[in-house]
């Protein structure tokens, strides 16, 4: 699987695991130079408090277009060191 924003590959992986029609990529797979941190949070009742990053592609920003769960509930917790994407990220095979 690869995740695309702005024609450049922003993750790519073969062991992404899907939740909720979402694929969450190792972070180990991620380009971290087109992450950058965001101060945004939410929390989902049975994953956790998720954390943002946008992303930048040269001068093209995408806020909160990324999101992890730093500590994810024992339900979620396939999910640990795991990235998704969205808001126009094109996730392909």
Not at 13 to 35: A, K, M, Q
Not at 63 to 87: E, N
Request: proline residues 4%.
């Amino acid at each position: 699987m690869k995740a695309i924003w702005n024609r450049v590959t922003i993750a790519e992986s073969d062991d992404t695991v899907v939740v909720e029609g979402n694929h969450y990529f190792p972070l180990s797979s991620v380009r971290s130079e087109y992450l950058r941190e965001s101060a945004t949070h939410t929390t989902c009742h049975w994953k956790g408090e998720a954390a943002y990053y946008d992303l930048v592609v040269g001068d093209a920003v995408n806020p909160d277009a990324a999101w992890y769960y730093p500590v994810p509930k024992d339900a979620a917790k396939q999910i640990a060191g795991r990235i998704a994407f969205w808001k126009g990220v094109q996730v392909v095979e």
